[in-house]
């Protein structure tokens, strides 16, 4: 699954499990378990570009036998109006590690 959200907006992922067992969730974000998220859903209210990347809800039953999720991928847009600033930035941060000739539409 993949969602292309904008900046500020919610976003909700749900792991639904079926039958009576009691299980465990963790939700792992780009290979790294996300800490105090054990819920079968994993809500972000406030999509910021940090939330840009890869998750999946790992399964677990009280025997640790764990099963994990396809994965879902969150794309993040900048707010309208937002981009050039968002590169604008990056370019002014490198500029002084890499030659201007190798960034894009560099100013002197």
Not at 25 to 32: C, H, I, L
């Amino acid at each position: 699954m993949h969602q292309r959200q904008k900046e500020g907006s919610s976003v909700e992922f749900k792991c639904n499990v079926q039958g009576n067992k009691k299980v465990f969730y963790e939700w792992v974000k780009d290979g790294t378990e996300m800490q105090g998220q054990n819920s079968s859903s994993l809500v972000l209210g406030c999509v910021e570009m940090r939330d840009f990347g890869r998750y999946t809800c790992r399964v677990c039953d009280p025997n640790a036998d764990c099963i994990k999720s396809s994965t879902a991928v969150l794309d993040v847009a900048p707010r309208d109006g937002m981009g050039k600033c968002y590169l604008h930035c990056i370019i002014l941060k490198k500029k002084h590690i890499l030659p201007e000739s190798v960034l894009p539409h560099a100013r002197k």
